[in-house]
């Protein structure tokens, strides 16, 4: 930690020539999200005659990690959402030179005195999880309202009646590539999902791509103060987010409780209500079951990296068995009631 | 081996979360102190079964493959269905238990693509079976999510 410290303050130097006796302090290695290694700091300096104070957050590209993923996607959208509002940690700095820290990284304001709730637990957020709710699927709400043209974010496009198969190739793709078994269920759900095809998205949105209990930090008061991880942000249907954000894993296994904040009717209705979207049940079935595939690509993934020895940080094991057991039931289940329908 | 492995792998777990974790500094190191308890809970579940299943498993596989065989069109499917259903588990070793799994499951993903889309009067029996076998391997797998109070 004490290199870290000694070069990023060397690192700020460069960013502010201005500043003068910088020093960086309290350096502490914190989980924040599987992808990307997140250290927790405070950065002090000497500029105009005063002396600032600023707890900052450095997230670093790791050697592998859960899921690969653009370190510019994330800074990006961070930078195209704080200006509007949305709860997100201010952006600062993004670099790739890799002569500072060795790897790519990024630097932002650290949202200090919030927790952020465990998805693992049937009851995160105890007597404030309706107030909670209300915000959080208000927030997704708007980021599904809001024109990525108007926000700036340059992000690969996509047509409306093209987005389930895109994310779909995607996710197909990981699985064949990192499975360390066969996956009849995930076959099954692919094929289920190209044979049903769910309508063109109705805007095409900014999708956070894993917006969910557990990526969003709040304070003592039941205020949601930052939505985080956004790395796998990318253009598409609203109703991916949607889905992703109601999944039984994310609600400890139970769907009528999505993220284990507010009954399901009423999250989706907030959703719709701040979205302006209305949600067509046939596309929701659909991507209520990619979401579990993409869960499922996910965690084959996180298990591929372990196994191979190219990543032996122990979220990634985890993650390749208790959301797999989840989300291996989740979708068979489904599955074989469609199959049912589908027969009868 | 006396404890077993999976009391020892609970009581391991329990030792890390209840008297080490609060000695240690460091909230990442704390985080992941946790996240290797519950793997280790989680582990410890499987070790017991993990070889009853895949058994079984491998069992009703053959069972339904031979069964299919009998009655699917594709002379080709149905003579590789027909030879995996002869097969046996030499050993009981985890790891020869799952290298038979696995080649029984590819032939299985193969046999349902071929039930889902068939209209033939065996089809939805067949495809039926081929759920309720899925439902109750995911089942049989199934972990509990350590509680910690």
């Known amino acids: 930690m004490e290199d870290i410290a000694k070069r990023f303050a060397a690192y700020l130097a460069h960013r502010m020539p201005q500043a003068t006796n910088i020093e960086v302090s309290d350096v502490s290695r914190i989980h924040g999200g599987a992808s990307r290694e997140t250290f927790r700091l405070n950065a002090a300096w000497d500029e105009g005659g005063h002396r600032v104070v600023r707890p900052l957050i450095l997230r670093r590209d790791p050697v592998a990690s859960l899921i690969e993923t653009e370190r510019d996607l994330e800074y990006n959208a961070y930078r195209a959402f704080h200006p509007t509002g949305l709860p997100v940690p201010e952006p600062l700095y993004l670099e790739t030179d890799l002569k500072w820290l060795d790897r790519p990284f990024f630097v932002m304001e650290q949202i200090v005195g919030c927790a952020a709730g465990s998805p693992f637990t049937p009851d995160p957020y105890g007597p404030m999880a309706q107030k909670l709710g209300k915000q959080f699927w208000t927030h997704l709400g708007h980021i599904a309202a809001a024109d990525p043209d108007k926000l700036g974010l340059k992000m690969d496009p996509v047509a409306p009646d093209e987005c389930w198969s895109r994310e779909l190739d995607k996710w197909e793709k990981v699985i064949d590539e990192d499975e360390l078994c066969p996956q009849p269920v995930a076959r099954a759900a692919i094929r289920w999902l190209r044979r049903n095809p769910p309508p063109p998205a109705q805007k095409i949105s900014v999708v956070h791509g894993d917006y969910r209990s ?7 008061e039941g205020e949601i103060k930052a939505i985080l991880d956004w790395e796998m942000c990318h253009l598409g249907d609203p109703l ?72 032996r940080d122990p979220i990634l094991a985890l993650s390749s068995i208790y959301p797999t057991d989840v989300h291996n039931r989740v979708l068979a289940k489904e599955l074989a009631a469609l199959s049912k329908e589908a027969r009868a | 081996m006396k404890p077993d492995a999976d009391v020892m792998l609970a009581g391991f777990a329990g030792t890390m979360l209840m008297d080490i974790a609060p000695q240690l500094g460091g909230e990442y190191t704390l985080g992941s102190v946790g996240i290797i308890s519950m793997s280790m809970l989680m582990v ?10 895949r058994y079984q498993e491998n069992a009703q596989m053959r069972a339904l493959f031979a069964e299919a065989a009998k009655l699917i069109d594709d002379k080709n499917l149905a003579g590789r269905l027909e030879a995996a259903s002869r097969t046996k588990d030499e050993s009981l070793r985890v790891r020869a238990l799952d290298s038979s799994n696995d080649a029984l499951k590819k032939l299985l993903i193969e046999l349902q693509a071929v039930a889902e889309v068939s209209k033939a009067p065996w089809a939805a029996g067949l495809e039926g079976k081929i759920w309720d076998f899925l439902l109750g391997s995911v089942e049989a797998r199934r972990f509990v999510f350590p509680s910690l109070g």
């Open chain 1, 240 to 311: 991916e987010d949607l889905c992703w954000a109601a999944d039984p894993l994310w609600g400890f296994d139970n769907k009528e409780l999505p993220g284990g904040m507010l009954p399901r009717a009423e999250s989706l209705r907030l959703w719709q209500e701040a979205s302006g979207l209305k949600i067509d049940p046939k596309a929701l079935r659909w991507w209520e079951i990619f979401n579990s595939l993409k869960g499922l690509a996910i965690w084959i993934s996180a298990g591929k990296e372990y196994q191979s020895g190219s990543n």
């Open chain 2, 44 to 53: 410890a579940q499987e070790v017991d079964r993990a070889a009853d299943v």
């Open chain 1, 214 to 220: 557990g990526n969003f930090l709040f304070n003592p």
